[in-house]
């Protein structure tokens, strides 16, 4: 990750403020409050601001005046049922701003998750700074033979090299070019006054989609935790998910009693299907169920015993 001396100023002042208040706050999170979790190359995840904690969620559940008199392993006990039986509203009393810096291809992914309020930096009116993403060696993987949207073996040697070496290549080249075609610096100062430069809400196109960009993020505690349950997945784009690990270092310091909930009925719970519930039935009742005499297909057979730790079916 790479701030410039500006932007680590910033931070600096940001931290360095104190700012009186009423409202609850959460010591553990006012501690990372600001500070850049790097991720990936040149990218990073920070929370600039937040609203609410584990008590708001309680007491929106209970529409109390206050946190109330409660024991907390009560409070821990309500925030599990309500995780559990999936009563979302009192989650979605607490909120989270982020402000990210990633991949342009990320972003196209992330936005998916129409949720949250999103702006974005403009390449209509800024400059995108020459940073590109480039995989690591271990991230660097053919295309997976069983599954479209996944990876397979990592490259090695020079074809790992050679793959490398266009991406920084393609992407320094078409950088060059968008200078060029604005016919200014990366800082803004005009090049060549003999000749005009192109609007930069058109050469922007010209980016590779491992250019970084930058946007503010926020949204609630329900729609963050369907956002890292997706994206937290061990199944999904390894780029998008270390963001979503950094992003749940950040929550567990929030909201320490939802995210335990979170983990364990959500990243760390299956869902069965009725018909793989009842086959589970009948196998702790002593039948002997293959993929013939369970209904399945012989994907959800495999994904079934999978879940059951039995792939060997």
């Known amino acids: 990750m790479s701030l410039t001396s500006e932007q680590e100023d910033e931070v600096a002042a940001a931290r360095a ?3 009186e208040t009423r409202r609850p706050t959460v010591p553990a999170l006012e501690a990372m409050l600001f500070r850049p979790l790097p991720v990936l190359d040149h990218g990073f995840v920070r929370v600039v601001d937040y609203m609410g904690n584990d008590a708001a969620v309680v007491q929106a559940a209970r529409v109390s005046y206050g946190r109330g008199t409660r024991a907390a392993n009560e409070d821990r006990g309500l925030i599990r049922y309500l995780m559990r039986h999936r009563h979302s509203t009192p989650f979605e009393m607490c909120e989270i701003k982020y402000h990210v810096k990633l991949p342009i291809f990320v972003a196209r992914q992330w936005i998916r998750h129409r949720t949250a309020n999103v702006n974005e930096i403009s390449a209509r009116y800024s400059i995108l700074e020459r940073e590109f993403y480039l995989p690591a060696p271990t991230a660097l993987a053919a295309q997976s033979s069983v599954n479209r949207q996944g990876r397979g073996e990592v490259l090695q040697g020079a074809e790992a090299d050679r793959v490398l070496a266009l991406l920084r ?4 080249r078409t950088y060059d070019n968008y200078l060029d075609m604005l016919n200014e610096s990366e800082d803004g100062t005009p090049g060549d006054p ?4 192109l609007a930069r809400e058109l050469a922007r196109m010209n980016l590779t989609l491992n250019t970084y960009t930058q946007w503010y993020w926020k949204t609630d505690l329900h729609n963050l935790f369907g956002f890292l349950s997706l994206r937290g997945d061990a199944h999904a784009q390894y780029e998008i998910r270390v963001y979503a690990e950094a992003m749940m270092d950040t929550v567990r310091a929030w909201v320490p009693l939802s995210t335990e909930a979170f983990s364990d009925y959500r990243l ?3 869902t069965l299907s009725a018909q793989m519930l009842g086959i ?8 002997a169920v293959d993929q013939a005499k369970s209904g399945l297909s012989k994907r959800e057979w495999r994904e079934f015993m999978e879940t059951l730790g039995r792939a060997d079916g």
């Open 169 to 172: 290549d393609d992407a320094t």
């Open 280 to 287: 589970v039935r009948r196998m702790l009742a002593g039948e």
């Open 194 to 197: 003999s000749r005009p430069g």
């Open 268 to 270: 760390g719970a299956v």
């Open 17 to 19: 403020a104190l700012a």
